[in-house]
């Protein structure tokens, strides 16, 4: 029997319109892209009637899990209104004063609608500032899919160069050529690399991008004092320094990972979580540098503020802001990475789990120290791949990379059951090495 025929059947129909039957071709995973016709709290069910525990959370968004009723409500009342006014109404300020509170760089804030679009505009605002062209980027760091951010992401092997200095890569076919002009490619957790890069480009670099944890290649932890010295260089070469915060912002602690890590940058990019699911993204730093975009760094778009994403931003940030939700989302994961860990060690498996507690991965290698991008090519993505279909079958609904969310509304429950299901999904890949107790 197919556990997912109606998926299939939907997929079918859906690709007579829709390019390739997906929105994102990021979500055409297998074995299917699954339909879902309903969600609620930490959980998922697909049309074809199976339940899931839901790991995946949207990729991100869904911090306080499926319909939080203090989010329904929001959006609920939000819909009798007006739904955009294209000019200003009080919702707007009640979001960036929630933001400037919780978020150390955040001087001024301004509203967009997807994490690619904060990252243009905070690219935009640093050239002005600077006055600068290039920005300097690490390998293996994803900032969004257009064409000046979608550099050195997923390099082929064959092209990225020496890992000290590696050589800047396109990532999609289609994207214009000269994107590559304009960046420094740099590796990750590497301080000499960082050094000998801006004593060759310091004078051109406007701003230094970073994930402040790897989440994109396998949620890899700065090494300790890594932001630190970043924050120092960039300073002395007179560069801006950029936390992109899409997924971080709002999930590692209410003031994001600069919060965590006590590394204020320069500018921040957020999305995701910021309104617990609805449409939004943001950006955010120091006033003289935002405020570039009233002096001619040109800023718009016709959605920005919309009151929906507002009251939807308010009432999720009401939930998190004294960060009591955040601290039970970050232990849930917690406790699910040292059931893993335990696990995996029972069953033999080499395994090494990175990340933090709410946003977390699993690397099935024997590498002991995992510290960049090209680290995580030495993993065994076939046995990753037999786990994850394995899992969902099990009901865990994980993204395709190995990584997982945890939600403010995860419970001891959902652990337990989670690690019964692992313990299914290791019987299934892998023998034991010694029985169980
Ligand atoms: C760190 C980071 N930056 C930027 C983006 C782009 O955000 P969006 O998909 O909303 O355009 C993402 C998306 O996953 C991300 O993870």
Redesign the pocket.
């Known amino acids: 029997m197919d556990r997912y025929a109606n998926s299939r059947r939907l997929l079918e129909r859906a690709a007579g319109s829709l390019t390739g039957g997906v929105s994102s071709p990021f979500r055409a995973k297998a074995p299917v892209p699954l339909y879902f016709r309903d969600g609620e709290g930490p959980r998922l069910e697909d049309v074809d009637g199976n339940r899931y525990i839901d790991y995946a959370l949207a ?2 968004p869904l911090i306080l899990g499926h319909k939080h009723p203090q989010l329904v409500e929001a959006v609920r009342d939000l819909a009798l209104k007006p739904h955009i006014y294209g000019a200003q109404h009080e919702l707007e300020y009640e979001v960036s004063e929630r933001i400037q509170e919780l978020v150390p760089c955040a001087e001024r804030v301004a509203f967009t609608c ?6 243009a505009a905070v690219f935009r605002l640093a050239r002005a500032f600077t006055g600068r062209p290039r920005i300097l980027r690490f390998e293996g ?5 257009h064409d000046q ?1 979608l550099i050195s992401y997923r390099p082929d092997p064959q092209r990225f160069g020496a890992p000290d200095a590696p050589c800047p890569t396109l990532d999609s076919r289609g994207q214009a050529a000269n994107s590559l002009e304009n960046v420094v490619v740099a590796p990750w957790n590497d301080v000499a690399a960082l050094e000998r890069l801006f004593a060759r480009h310091g004078s051109e670099i406007a701003a230094a991008i970073t ?1 402040p944890v790897l ?2 290649s396998g949620c890899l932890m700065p090494e300790s004092g890594y932001l630190e010295t970043l924050r120092r260089i960039t300073r002395e070469n007179g560069a801006l320094l950029i936390f ?4 971080t912002g709002f999930r590692m602690t209410p003031g994001g990972a600069q919060r965590h890590f006590s590394v204020t940058p320069d500018l921040a ?1 957020f ?2 979580a910021l309104a617990g699911g609805i449409v939004l ?1 943001a950006f955010a730093g120091r006033r003289d540098v935002m405020e570039e975009m009233l002096k001619g760094a040109a800023f718009g778009g016709t959605f920005n503020g919309n009151p929906i994403a507002m009251g939807a931003a308010v009432a999720t940030l009401d939930v998190l802001k004294d960060g009591r939700a955040l601290r039970h989302a970050n232990e849930m994961g917690i406790q699910l990475i040292e059931f893993i860990r335990a696990l995996a060690a029972e069953f033999g498996i080499p395994l090494r789990i990175t990340g933090f507690g709410a946003a977390f991965s699993l690397h099935f290698t024997k590498r002991s120290n995992l510290r960049n991008y090209r680290d995580t090519l030495e993993d065994d993505r076939d046995f990753l791949n037999r786990f994850l279909l394995a899992a969902l079958d099990e009901g865990l609904y994980l993204l395709p990379d190995g990584r997982w969310y945890v939600s403010t509304v995860h419970s001891e429950r959902e652990v337990e059951e989670t690690i019964a299901a692992v313990r299914r999904v290791f019987t299934r890949v892998a023998r034991p090495l010694r029985p169980s107790v």
């Open positions: 990729w991100g997807s994490g690619s679009e904060a990252v760091h994803y900032h969004g899919w951010e994930e989440c994109n992109d915060e899409v997924i990019t999305g995701k993204s």
